[in-house]
């Protein structure tokens, strides 16, 4: 039988000032990430919460929490995590920050959002909203359309790119059929 995971629901509004900032606090926050923190409020609500612990010190959320000041709120939710030891919080606070850095697109569902978005928007508007750069976008476009070719290119299983002759139907790593 597994432990029971506590599910939080009492989430306050507090004071924007309230929450104190953690100096140990390894995230550096640029301004890029605060102008996406910024539009994504903006554009969607501020829907997660920070963690404080019980003298106020931020757990997580220090980028949300500057973003919110600079779009001039007074106040801010916040989930007290008042029961955290202080090695919980270190390892919350570094695992919080990493865990979205380990993580892994599906480069093809990935695409599809992308076109889906751009036919209701500009390439702009998403670059802005969601922080990843233009060139990323296209780069990944590009490299999935160039994977899904499968008659004339296609990737092998040590990642090289091999290129099929139309004509005798041959592969070639394309390296070989540049020479």
Do not use: W
């Not at 980028?63 to 989930?79: D, H, P």
């Not at 978005?117 to 670059?127: A, G, H, Q, W």
């Amino acid at each position: 039988m597994s432990e029971e995971i506590k599910l939080e629901s009492d989430i306050k509004i507090v004071d924007i000032n309230l929450p104190v900032d953690y100096p140990g606090n390894a995230k550096r926050h640029s301004a890029k990430q605060i102008q996406v923190l910024k539009r994504l409020i903006k554009d969607n609500g501020f829907n997660v919460p920070l963690l404080l612990d019980k003298d106020n010190v931020i757990i997580t959320g220090h980028g949300r929490r500057i973003a919110m000041k600079e779009l001039g709120s007074t106040q801010i939710t916040v989930i007290y995590k008042t029961e955290l030891t202080e090695l919980q919080k270190k390892k919350y606070r570094l695992g919080d920050n990493a865990v979205a850095d380990i993580a892994v697109y599906d480069d093809s569902l990935l695409v599809e959002e992308y076109k889906k978005i751009l036919e209701d928007t500009d390439m702009k508007d998403l670059v802005e909203s969601t922080g990843i750069s233009e060139q990323n976008i296209l780069n990944t476009m590009e490299a999935n359309e160039l994977g899904s070719n499968d008659d004339a290119e296609t990737v092998d299983k040590l990642g090289h790119l091999q290129i099929t002759c139309p004509f005798c139907k041959k592969s070639f790593k394309k390296t070989e059929a540049l020479k």
